[in-house]
């Protein structure tokens, strides 16, 4: 059992930068795929940002691709969340997720994570 607590959640203007941070509670380094989802009200929850703890691939959903970075502190167990640029479609609960394997090239989606965080808010107004 992975235990994941997320932080650094905010409000910004549009063109802002926040950075998420996911601490797990043992180590992940190995042969995980961990990421982050966000789920906006009404909307089902997406792919943002995998990183294969293996090698360190990563994968990001289009909409995000050059403004956001996901990376791993393997000596502190956290995985964090860069975003930058941020828009007001970029509004959402954001969660942290974990399982052991790899990533499937991206493909991985929210029903092959086994384990969660419980969210933090990130809200960027106009």
């Known amino acids: 059992q992975v235990h994941l607590v997320e932080s650094g959640g905010g409000s910004v203007q549009t063109g802002g930068s926040l950075r998420l941070s996911c601490a797990a509670s043992?180590?992940?380094?190995?042969?995980?795929?961990m990421g982050w989802f966000r789920q906006a009200p009404g909307k089902e929850r997406e792919g943002v940002a995998l990183?294969?703890?293996?090698?360190?691939?990563?994968y990001y959903t289009d909409s995000v691709k050059g403004r956001f970075t996901v990376s791993q502190d393997s000596a502190k167990n956290t995985l964090y969340l860069e975003m930058n640029n941020l828009k007001p479609e970029d509004t959402a609960m954001y969660y942290c997720?974990?399982?052991?394997?790899?990533?499937?090239?991206?493909?991985?989606?929210?029903?092959?994570?086994?384990?969660w965080g419980q969210g933090t808010q990130v809200t960027v107004s106009s």
């Open positions: 043992e180590n992940t380094d190995s042969n995980y795929c």
């Open positions: 997720a974990a399982d052991s394997g790899h990533c499937r090239g991206g493909n991985r989606n929210a029903a092959d994570f086994r384990y």
């Open positions: 990183i294969w703890t293996y090698i360190h691939s990563t």
